[in-house]
């Protein structure tokens, strides 16, 4: 089992840039097959996709509203992925989670990830 950890959080202006962490912990965790993604879900809405590393090779994916502002990576030592946000916007608002899965196909939607994180909260005031 892979247990996620997210932090980084935090109520912040528009404009402002956050740096959210996710830790990985778990011997099943893979580094050759398993990706890391992040999530969102605001008030009222369905989780959503954000943004996703492959560990193996660092092949990323974003989701057209973050494209240009949030940049992910992967820390291969301390096995941990970074969503370094910018340009934050109140849509930013959510609650953040980070999630892993094995020889995952559909990266941008979240049915193959198999280990969740309990979220951290973003807000973007204006």
């Known amino acids: 089992q892979v247990k996620l950890v997210e932090s980084g959080g935090g109520l912040v202006q528009v404009g402002d840039s956050l740096n959210l962490n996710c830790e990985v912990f778990?011997?099943?965790?893979?580094?050759?097959?398993?990706?890391v993604g992040w999530f969102r879900q605001a008030p009222g809405k369905e989780r959503e996709f954000v943004a996703a590393i492959t560990w193996e090779r660092g092949t990323t994916a974003y989701a057209d509203s973050v494209k240009g502002r949030f940049t992910i990576s992967r820390d291969n030592a301390k096995l941990t992925v970074e969503l370094q946000m910018n340009s934050l916007k109140p849509e930013d608002t959510a609650i953040y989670f980070c999630?892993?899965?094995?020889?995952?196909?559909?990266?941008?939607?979240?049915?193959?990830?198999?280990?969740w994180g309990q979220g951290t909260q973003v807000t973007v005031s204006s």
């Open positions: 778990g011997r099943t965790f893979n580094r050759y097959r398993n990706t």
């Open positions: 999630a892993t899965g094995r020889d995952i196909i559909s990266t941008m939607t979240d049915l193959e990830y198999t280990s």
